[in-house]
């Protein structure tokens, strides 16, 4: 008789904030294979965010988005993010926005996911760089 393991602690609440850091009942989770799990299994479903795993479903609070970029490679109109969980995904230079929220410089990109793509810090420098303010 096999014995099904409940994944998502009850009364949990977990959250993605607008830098890419995710928390549960507020606190900092750093423990990077759960940091790297989370990230591949988080989901953009029609009624929000979720962690999504085998039969079971844990919705999330997300600030702003739900995937991270740390690199980019290519130029012209489509190029590729390199976005945490997911690898190298195809994006739309075109869509890029620049905004300085809370004074902090913020890139954000349209990209083959389905939502939008912020680029974390090591990533946006050099776009900025290289493509100047969008």
């Given at each position: ?33 759960t940091l790297a799990f989370f990230d591949r299994i988080l989901t953009l479903e029609k009624d929000g965010w979720a962690l ?20 980019f490679r290519g130029e012209g109109p489509t190029f590729e993010l390199r976005v945490r969980g997911r690898g190298w995904v ?45």
């Amino acid at each position: 008789m096999s014995r099904q393991v409940q994944v998502w602690v009850e009364n949990e609440i977990i959250s993605l904030d607008a830098r890419g850091n995710w928390k549960s009942n507020g606190e900092p989770i750093t423990h990077e294979r759960t940091l790297a799990f989370f990230d591949r299994i988080l989901t953009l479903e029609k009624d929000g965010w979720a962690l999504v795993y085998a039969n079971e479903r844990k919705p999330v609070t997300v600030e702003s988005t739900g995937f991270f970029a740390d690199a980019f490679r290519g130029e012209g109109p489509t190029f590729e993010l390199r976005v945490r969980g997911r690898g190298w995904v195809q994006a739309d230079l075109d869509s890029a926005h620049y905004s300085e929220p809370d004074g902090e410089p913020t890139v954000t990109v349209d990209c083959a996911l389905g939502a939008r793509v912020r680029l974390l810090q090591e990533a946006h420098g050099e776009f900025l760089l290289l493509h100047g303010k969008i």
